[in-house]
């Protein structure tokens, strides 16, 4: 598009409904934020789905190794490899069950660097159509053949996998719990196909990991799978309250995506402030992981309920992740804005994230959340909801 197009073409987005702008906020505590102008917020909206981002134990930590720089400098392969990194990765490997595990910069980068780094032309990429962005565009520079499955249908992938020739690798990847729909995908099913076919199954834990399982480690322990994943892709920046991303698996792919993966080679690494805080979230979660997941539930299951008791059709499901389809772009962003002025911050979530008719509310409940705020939240969204204006 000739640049001088770009106004016009930004005003049609508005007229759509499906503009996007960001609005600033500082968090005071992992559950309330405060805009420029003062205004408080609760926010339902964070996927800080432990509070770890302001655990005084993870931010110790963080402010330690400052004194190790601000900036690490270099690549990995470089100069930017700091201890905190690579004990990092050792205890990853440990919590995941795998022989090692390598942090990228993002989790965006990780699924990026995973599907790039290690899938061939002769290769061949199964995706479910909800896989996040980073999984799609991991697939769209990979030369490998991507073939797209029907949302977690195995029906499809068995025969996708029985009619799709294929030279070399078959890779299946999902997402472990789908990010806007909250749903978790069929480990169990997706592990036989993995087995008859000798594919290679990747599970993107964002999340996930911190989340489902009895002790936060994520689908395959949701499932009572230990061994069903051969390549855990994840993020720090979502339960382990960082930033950052990882893929935990073999020696092998570990060693090959560190001579091989573009995005781990070329860029910058993680100072070591942001490496600690990741390590020091995770050992609280290896320490103490059961009271902050019992919150987690606990909080979980009280929005649900408040929710499903005031007549909101929410999509049942076991995680945080709490979807209220209201179809129309427009009235979904209303309907943030008015929860917006009441001091709650949820996310109006429309196309191209989601497909075109299932514009959604999308709210995050986290193990910080009091009480107080679910009810106060369910409460709003009950009242508007009521008032009917919003949803056709
Ligand atoms: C958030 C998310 C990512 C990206 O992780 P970042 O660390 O935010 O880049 C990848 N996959 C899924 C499923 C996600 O929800």
Redo the contacts with the bound molecule.
């Keep these: 598009m000739k640049i001088q197009e770009l106004s016009k073409a930004l005003d049609e987005i508005r007229r759509e409904g499906l503009y996007r702008s960001v609005s600033d906020l500082a968090m005071k505590t992992a559950s309330c934020g405060v805009d420029r102008n003062g205004k408080e917020y609760i926010v339902f909206s964070s ?1 800080d789905y432990l509070g770890m981002t302001h655990e005084a134990p993870v931010i110790e930590a963080a402010r330690k190794a400052l004194s190790r720089g601000t900036g690490s400098g270099g690549a990995r392969l470089t100069s930017g490899a700091t201890f905190q990194a690579g004990d990092l990765e050792k205890a990853l490997a440990r919590f995941k069950g795998k022989e090692a595990a390598l942090v990228f910069n ?6 990026v660097g995973i599907l790039y780094g290690l899938a061939g032309k002769d290769d061949v990429i199964f995706s479910d159509a909800l ?2 962005a ?2 799609i565009d991991g697939c769209r520079i990979s030369p490998a053949k991507t073939v797209v499955y029907r949302h977690s249908d195995m029906d499809d992938l068995a025969r996708l996998l029985e009619d799709t020739p294929c030279g070399g690798q078959r890779f299946i990847v999902t ?1 472990g ?3 806007m729909d909250g749903d978790i995908c069929p480990l169990p099913a997706l592990y036989e196909l993995k087995k008859k076919y000798d594919a290679c199954l990747i599970v ?1 834990d ?2 996930a990991t911190g989340v489902i399982g009895e002790t936060g480690r994520g689908t395959a322990e949701y499932f009572h799978l230990p061994r069903a994943v051969d390549i855990q ?1 994840g ?4 339960a382990l309250g960082a ?3 990882f893929a935990a698996a073999s020696e092998d792919i570990v060693n090959w995506l560190r001579n091989r993966s573009r995005p781990f080679i070329f860029s910058t690494a993680l100072p070591a402030s942001v490496m600690a805080a990741a390590g020091a979230a995770l050992r609280l979660l290896e320490e103490e992981g059961k009271t902050y997941l019992g919150r987690l539930r606990q909080n979980t299951d009280t929005m649900r309920r408040l929710l499903r008791e005031g007549g909101i059709p929410v999509i049942a499901g076991d995680t945080p992740v709490i979807p209220i389809i209201m179809n129309d772009p427009e009235g979904t962003v209303t309907f943030a804005g008015a929860l917006r002025e009441e001091g709650i911050l949820v996310s109006a979530i429309r196309p191209p994230t989601v497909p075109e008719g299932t514009s959604r509310l999308r709210l995050t409940v986290t193990a910080a959340h009091k009480e107080e705020e679910i009810h106060r939240a369910a409460a709003a969204i009950i009242r508007l909801w009521q008032r009917g204006q919003y949803h056709g």
């Design positions: 996927n993002t989790g965006y980068m990780a699924n896989n996040h980073s999984i997402d719990v789908f990010s993107d964002a999340h892709a993020t720090l920046s979502k930033e950052g991303g």
